[in-house]
């Protein structure tokens, strides 16, 4: 599979994206996934790793943004769920990255089918249903973490195997299981998810990553979240313009169909296994190329 280095490319799906995103509160991860394999030409390990990239920018241009719309002083009472959650995602994150470059492709692709289309039900769900906050869990310390950390593996898992920050999972967790109102809670979103990220980035940069070659940085990852940053500030800007509830809908049955459409039909030759980018090196151009 060859890789398509289009700088204006990448920001324009970045772009795209990333105001979808911002309609609906979340970084448009999972769009961007299917994006860098059908389009961009990334492997299905490749586009994890660069996905993760653009996930972590995109909330931490977000976050000045979200600590102005919930100060401190309602995000200090959640803070042992915040860390029960973080424990766990943060040590989900590096147990499923570490497994994700030993993955055999062909598994690997049919795994982030299931997780895609999964959110897409997801987004779904919360579309046709309005989610108030309902506290589910024990006030007590114990039930509070250990609730959070089991919540957490889940979410960690599914950031190292999607690149992605998981918002669509962590803030109905807050919502529905800590009664966290839902502006705080996507503050909360961020805090969990930024840590959880950085944690599976670590175990993308080892040698063979495509995230040591420079070409793809000036080519895909720069581009792309630039793309994204702005897209996301556009469909934060943007929103109210479009119902909400129908943006969700409509974007999960796309984001079901997207990824149908890639992950169902990767090449034979993604059965293979072997180190990240091997593929690349034997059926592509040397890495740097155009």
């Given at each position: 599979?060859?890789?398509?280095r289009?700088?204006?490319?990448?920001?324009?799906?970045?772009?795209?994206?990333?105001?979808?995103g911002?309609?609906?509160?979340?970084?448009g991860?999972?769009?961007?996934?299917?994006?860098?394999?059908?389009v961009?030409?990334?492997?299905?390990?490749?586009?994890?790793?660069?996905n993760?990239?653009?996930?972590?920018v995109?909330?931490?241009?977000?976050?000045?943004?979200?600590?102005?719309?919930a100060?401190?002083?309602?995000?200090?009472?959640?803070?042992?769920?915040?860390?029960?959650?973080l424990?766990?995602?943060?040590?989900?994150?590096?147990?499923?990255?570490?497994?994700?470059?030993?993955?055999?492709?062909?598994?690997?692709?049919?795994?982030?089918l299931?997780?895609?289309?999964?959110?897409?039900?997801?987004?779904?769900?919360?579309?046709?249903?309005?989610?108030?906050?309902?506290?589910?869990?024990?006030?007590?310390?114990?039930?509070?973490?250990?609730v959070?950390?089991?919540?957490?593996?889940?979410?960690?898992?599914?950031?190292?195997?999607l690149?992605?920050?998981?918002?669509?999972?962590?803030i109905?967790?807050?919502?529905?299981?800590?009664?966290?109102?839902?502006?705080?809670?996507?503050?909360l979103?961020?805090?969990?998810g930024m840590?959880?990220?950085?944690?599976?980035?670590?175990?993308h940069f080892?040698?063979?990553?495509v995230?040591?070659?420079?070409?793809?940085?000036?080519?895909?990852?720069?581009?792309?979240c630039?793309?994204s940053?702005?897209?996301?500030?556009?469909?934060?800007?943007?929103?109210?313009?479009?119902?909400?509830?129908?943006?969700?809908?409509?974007l999960?049955?796309i984001?079901?169909?997207s990824?149908?459409g890639?992950f169902?039909?990767?090449?034979q030759?993604?059965?293979?296994?072997?180190?990240?980018?091997?593929?690349?090196?034997?059926?592509?151009?040397?890495?740097g190329?155009?």
């Open positions: 599979m060859t890789r398509v289009r700088p204006a490319l990448s920001f324009g799906i970045g772009a795209a994206v990333g105001t979808a911002g309609l609906i509160g979340l970084g991860a999972e769009f961007r996934l299917p994006a860098l394999v059908g961009l030409r990334f492997s299905a390990r490749e586009a994890v790793a660069v993760l990239v653009a996930s972590f995109v909330l931490a241009a977000a976050f000045p943004f979200r600590a102005a719309a100060p401190l002083a309602e995000i200090v009472p959640h803070l042992p769920a915040v860390l029960g959650m424990a766990g995602a943060m040590s989900a994150a590096w147990i499923g990255a570490g497994w994700l470059r030993r993955a055999p492709d062909r598994l690997l692709g049919r795994l982030i299931i997780l895609l289309v999964a959110l897409g039900l997801i987004l779904i769900a919360q579309g046709l249903f309005v989610a108030e906050p309902t506290r589910l869990v024990g006030e007590g310390l114990g039930p509070t973490l250990l959070a950390a089991a919540c957490g593996v889940v979410i960690g898992l599914v950031s190292s195997l690149g992605v920050a998981g918002g669509e999972l962590i109905p967790a807050f919502l529905l299981l800590f009664g966290v109102d839902v502006k705080v809670a996507g503050s979103s961020i805090l969990v840590p959880t990220i950085a944690v599976g980035l670590l175990r080892g040698p063979g990553s995230l040591r070659d420079g070409g793809v940085w000036r080519g895909t990852i720069l581009p792309l630039a793309g940053v702005a897209g996301a500030i556009l469909g934060a800007l943007a929103l109210g313009l479009v119902p909400s509830r129908a943006l969700k809908v409509g999960g049955i984001l079901i169909w990824a149908w890639v169902c039909h990767l090449p030759g993604a059965g293979t296994t072997g180190p990240p980018g091997a593929s690349q090196r034997r059926g592509g151009p040397p890495r190329g155009p």
